[in-house]
């Protein structure tokens, strides 16, 4: 099997949950920057719970929630004929999970300094919530919704724990970037680790670079 397999699918992988995450994130981060709901301290603690929780605790739980036994697996099985348990399908859905608050809090950070002024004067003028979503509170957070693409990408990239439980360790299935890893050094390749490791090493300080750059860019010119 060639090393260029657990990369593209270890690419594939942080590409789509990225994107899924992007499009679950907004309303929750939304909501979160806005609401007064006595119940916010709560669902907050909910969406950060991926940061403290060990990736193994968040993985056995995923993976009886996803098991065949299960509700959520057993539908996933009528529906598509196989298990959500070690498929790839699983990890984009455990991964989702792990990567839920690198979504989150960079987007509520970035909708609750829009402030409500803006807002209320769209509506004022006859705007919709949403227009006024889409043309004023968007626009103004594009770098808190670049921040938490970046990072949800990168978290995504470098798991471990929780791909591990979920997913096993399947060659072109669910053997991605970590993993690999792992079965290198299980099996003394340390020309392999040392040459993937290297390459996530340089991905994710570049990755840290970018986002740091934005905010010092984003603080000079208050955007």
């Known amino acids: 099997m060639s090393l260029w397999d657990p990369i593209l699918l270890t690419l594939k992988l942080a590409g789509l949950t990225t994107l899924i995450l ?26 950060a719970l991926p940061l403290v929780l060990p990736p193994t605790v968040l993985g056995f ?8 036994e299960s509700t959520l697996g057993g539908a996933w099985v009528r529906v598509t004929g196989e298990a959500l348990t070690f498929s790839f ?57 670049l921040t938490a693409a970046v990072l949800s990408f990168a978290h995504t990239m470098g798991e471990f724990g929780v791909v591990l439980m979920v997913g096993g360790n399947i060659p072109g299935r669910t053997r991605v970037i970590s993993i690999e890893i792992y079965s290198a050094v299980e099996t003394l390749d340390y020309a392999t680790a040392h ?29």
């Open 22 to 47: 992007l499009v679950i994130s907004m309303p929750i981060a939304w909501w979160l920057a806005n609401t007064r709901a006595r119940i916010r301290p709560a669902i907050e603690a909910l969406t």
């Open 89 to 145: 399908s699983g990890l984009v859905i455990a991964s989702i999970f792990y990567s839920l608050p690198f979504a989150v809090q960079p987007l509520q950070t970035a909708f609750q300094s829009v402030g409500q002024g803006m807002m209320e004067a769209a509506a004022t003028l006859g705007a919709s919530r949403w227009d006024a979503f889409r043309t004023i509170a968007l626009p103004l957070s594009r770098r808190g919704v």
């Open 195 to 223: 040459w993937l490791s290297g390459g996530l090493l340089v991905f994710s300080f570049a990755v840290l670079s970018i986002v740091y750059l934005m905010n010092q860019r984003g603080m000079r010119t208050g955007v």
């Open 61 to 68: 739980y995923l993976l009886i929630l996803m098991s065949p």
